[in-house]
């Protein structure tokens, strides 16, 4: 992956980030970050706003809404206060996650027509969409368990 933007361990920006390039965040960040590309944020981040992304990497801390196009992976540094939009998505053991988890292809159908899917999800629960209850198998490679429109409060250890 060729990094088109970092904001560097020690950095605090206020404001949205709206980029087509791919995004690294190692620093802190109050607003929302949007990016046509994949954001990946490292242990040190924390980022108090909503995340659009095509891919994502999560190792820091979340207080906001993820929505990812394709895949999003929590590293066990990871930490998500907030609900979670993805086509796929795989938890490492030590993952924290509080919120709710939609997955599925119907959020990639509504966002490639060029509709904002976190409006048209607030219109109510589908029955195409999965919630992830609990993702672990306690060795090395991950796996999700799903249930479909659960709230779920877990600290995947």
Not at 5 to 18: A, F, K, P, R, V
Not at 122 to 151: K, W
Request: with cysteine; hydrophobic share 35%; net charge negative.
């Amino acid at each position: 992956m060729a990094i088109s933007n970092i904001i560097g361990q020690g950095s605090h920006l206020e404001g949205n980030i709206n980029t087509t390039g791919n995004l690294r965040i190692e620093g802190k960040i109050t607003g929302g970050i949007k990016t046509k590309a994949k954001v990946v944020l490292s242990h040190t981040a924390q980022i108090e706003g909503n995340i659009v992304a095509q891919n994502a990497e999560i190792g820091g801390e979340v207080k906001g809404t993820i929505e990812v196009i394709e895949l999003l992976v929590l590293k066990s540094t990871a930490t998500v206060w907030g609900d979670i939009i993805a086509n796929k998505l795989i938890f490492e053991e030590g993952a924290c996650f509080d919120g709710k988890c939609k997955m599925g292809k119907e959020h990639k159908a509504i966002h490639d027509q060029g509709q904002d899917y976190l409006s048209v999800a607030a219109a109510g629960p589908s029955s195409e969409l999965e919630t992830v209850e609990r993702a672990t198998n306690h060795s090395e490679n991950p796996i999700a368990s799903t249930r479909s429109n659960q709230s779920i409060n877990h600290s995947l250890k």
